[in-house]
């Protein structure tokens, strides 16, 4: 065959694929995939290239990126499987048909697993015994075939081959092995697995472990949920669980013999039994293996998307801005640390104050806050949600009381402070601290300005997911990394105070640029300009391309360096201006808020044409011109801050409470309350109407109404509804 049909056979077109998968037109995945092949980064190009696109967004982008990597793996596995068994000199037309219809990688690998070479088998040994033939003639199950008449035929002592029985077995032996390998037969018994399957779970009654209502487990492979199947993944590798998929043997034997058996006489008889003895011993714990397995992919990127979109949402949650923030990191016998930042973030002062331990002197501690608060105008308290937090925040709310001065407090999530102040990162950036201090000035910025400050920390120990220290570690990371990508990008970034590790997130950017930039402000200064980004050590012009319109200068001579125009479009900003009446110096003031307006009277289109620029990129700078460099999380609702606590012991059912969606998982969202312990919202009790995920109603950093359903102190658990009980309704 010829490399030319080689080529024709198994290059998948691609664009078409993924047009009809993602229902967009061809020329949007042809301009899209060829962006991508040029290096484009994905918040380049949903930005930037809108009109290239279509107005593609960044997710939709992103999952035509990982498609078009799977398909083109895809590909290539098909050649290598071809070129395999063409060098096995065993293709066929329908092989080759096989392999060029696959669709999937799992389907290529079971039109290979015949062919793909083994460890030495039972089969394998029969065959170097000379007992394939015998395998055959059986197989073929002619009416003639009389096994007593062919069987002393194979009988070969210089082979291992002493009895009729020992050849007979040999023979079993290389057919249950073809029923094992046999495509036709691991796809219909996959279907059957998939549609009566039953995933079951037993454990040692005896043994007490967080999995005791998974000892006794059963659930249809079909309708077992993703956060059931990573727990019994994880009570399984604790060695708590056994854990296999039960199929109705009979039937599974029924659907091979559907396939092989051709006739009854004797040699039926015998392929039967091959056949049973194929499927209990080779093919059931093969898909057991891999139907497993395709229920935790399933699970896992369940779970990593959850991960994801919980951390978008972590990331995005407004800034307390213009806010002098004094920090809380609590503790017991060492004491809580603590760090009090200005309004940009930067550290006045830092101590330790003893206040939660019966023998700690409360009433120094008192003062020396106090004269904290006073001393730096203190409007909000910062407190680390790690341990004794309930005792520091009850000090904090009874504190707060005596003040001549409105303060609130929020307690923060902890999750990764620990992670960051033990890394190189807070060595270098507070050397004079030690690792407990670094910690109290992360829990500060946190509430300044999340975003800033969690991206210096792996998101893996940001801690908003379920089960993520049993997720592929690749992927995971992938998944995050452009979740992170997403958000710095659509936030944009002060080019004159972002870190290092912001500014490595900036599309177009790597941890070289990054420190680079850094080096060039502390060295020249501040950027009054964008363009002098070019002068900043390996960072070339496709960088500049990539990152130029990520990169903000508040306060820059010209306004459109503060805003998300990219510098490409300068020129069609200004002209713009002039066409429809106004000047530089309108940009941002309240003189320009009509222009969305004047535009329209003459016609975006028109407008578009006489300025040479798409339609989508005219209106993204007639919305920027408006409110250059708007922050897109102020218009999210602002984090609750609160004066004073309550304690568990409070709590009483029906009462009506705050609180603010910390974690959202598959079977419910864990909301702060302000008691310490978060409460559980159980996806039953989100809301009125029938869902199948918590995240349609609620997201992380949501404020939500939420009545008490019950309390257990003693095992730390609150039970809410965030749908008002019938009782409060009737009142009303």
């Not at 009570?235 to 659907?255: C, H, M, R, S, Y």
């Not at 929020?410 to 402070?417: D, L, P, R, T, W």
């Amino acid at each position: 065959m010829s490399e030319t049909t080689q080529e024709k056979v198994f290059a998948t077109n691609i664009q078409a694929v993924l047009a009809r998968e993602f229902a967009i037109k061809p020329w949007q995945v042809e301009n899209t995939v060829a962006l991508l092949d040029e290096g484009a980064t994905i918040p380049f190009i949903a930005r930037y290239r809108k009109e290239k696109t279509g107005e593609l967004d960044d997710q939709t982008i992103r999952n035509i990126s990982d498609r078009l990597g799977y398909l083109r793996n895809l590909d290539t596995r098909k050649q290598e499987v071809y070129t395999a068994i063409m060098g096995q000199e065993q293709m066929t037309e329908e092989l080759e048909k096989a392999i060029s219809n696959a669709v999937t990688l799992a389907e290529v690998e079971d039109i290979y697993r015949p062919f793909k070479p083994k460890r030495k088998t039972r089969a394998s040994i029969a065959k170097e015994k000379g007992l394939e033939p015998l395998a055959k003639t059986i197989l073929e199950q002619r009416r003639k075939t009389v096994l007593a008449d062919i069987l002393p035929q194979y009988i070969n002592e210089e082979k291992g081959v002493l009895t009729v029985e020992e050849a007979l077995k040999g023979a079993m032996d290389i057919i249950a092995e073809d029923v094992s390998d046999n495509t036709a037969v691991r796809t219909a018994l996959k279907r059957l697995y998939n549609r009566t399957g039953v995933v079951e779970s037993k454990g040692d009654e005896e043994k007490e472990s967080v999995y005791t209502q998974y000892y006794n487990f059963s659930q249809p492979v079909n309708k077992i949920a993703s956060h059931r199947v990573l727990a019994l993944n994880r009570g399984e590798k604790e060695d708590f669980l056994k854990v296999n998929i039960v199929v109705d043997p009979q039937t599974a034997v029924a659907e091979i013999e559907k396939i092989y058996i051709k006739s009854k006489n004797e040699c039926a008889d015998v392929v039967k039994e091959a056949i049973a003895d194929g499927y209990t011993r080779l093919i059931h714990p093969s898909l057991d293996t891999e139907i497993r397995n395709n229920l935790t992919d399933v699970a896992n990127e369940g779970a990593i998307k959850l991960f994801g979109d919980n951390l978008r949402q972590l990331l995005l949650v407004p800034p307390v801005k213009d806010k002098v923030c004094l920090a809380l990191d609590p503790g017991y016998r060492t004491g809580c640390k603590m760090a009090v930042v200005d309004a940009t973030g930067k550290v006045l002062e830092v101590g330790v104050v003893y206040m939660t331990l019966p023998n700690h002197n409360k009433e120094v501690a008192k003062k020396t806050l106090k004269t904290l608060i006073k001393k730096h105008s203190v409007d909000i308290i910062s407190i680390g949600n790690g341990t004794a937090t309930k005792e520091t925040e009850m000090f904090v709310a009874a504190l707060l009381k005596e003040l001549d001065r409105k303060v609130s407090y929020m307690v923060v999530s902890e999750a990764g402070a620990s992670v960051y102040s033990a890394s190189k990162l807070a060595a270098a950036e507070f050397p004079d601290y030690d690792v407990s201090l670094r910690s109290a000035v992360s829990i500060a910025r946190r509430l300044q300005d999340p975003l800033a400050e969690l991206v210096k920390i792996d998101p893996k120990s940001i801690g908003v997911g379920q089960y993520q220290h049993d997720m592929p570690k690749a992927r995971l990371e992938e998944s995050l990394d452009g979740v992170v990508e997403y958000c710095v990008n659509t936030v944009g970034v002060d080019l004159n105070t972002a870190s290092a590790p912001l500014l490595e997130r900036v599309s177009g950017l790597n941890k070289t640029t990054a420190k680079n930039i850094v080096a060039y402000r502390e060295e020249n200064g501040r950027f009054t300009k964008r363009n002098q980004l070019l002068k900043v050590s390996k960072l070339g012009p496709k960088a500049y391309m990539l990152s130029a319109g990520f990169l903000r200068i508040p306060g820059a001579k010209d306004k459109l360096d503060s805003s998300s125009v990219h510098p490409e479009s300068y020129d069609v900003a200004k002209k713009l201006l002039v066409a429809v009446g106004y000047t530089a110096d309108d940009i941002g003031t309240e003189k320009i808020k009509n222009l969305p307006e004047d535009a329209e009277k003459i016609g975006l289109e028109k407008l578009a044409q006489q300025l040479e620029t798409g339609l989508p990129t005219l209106k993204d700078i007639i919305s920027e011109l408006v409110k250059p460099g708007r922050d897109m999380r102020d218009d999210l609702p602002s984090p609750l801050l609160r004066e004073d606590v309550l304690d568990m012991a409070d709590l009483k059912p029906g009462m009506q409470l705050k609180g603010t969606v910390r974690n959202v998982i598959d079977f419910g969202a864990f909301v702060d309350i302000g008691v310490h312990q978060d409460g559980l919202v159980h996806l039953s009790q989100i809301c009125d109407r029938y869902i199948r995920h918590p995240s349609e109603e609620v997201k992380v950093g949501d404020v939500v109404d939420v009545w008490v359903l019950s309390v257990d102190v003693n095992k730390k658990r609150i039970s809410l509804t965030m749908r008002k009980p019938k009782e409060i309704k009737e009142n009303k």
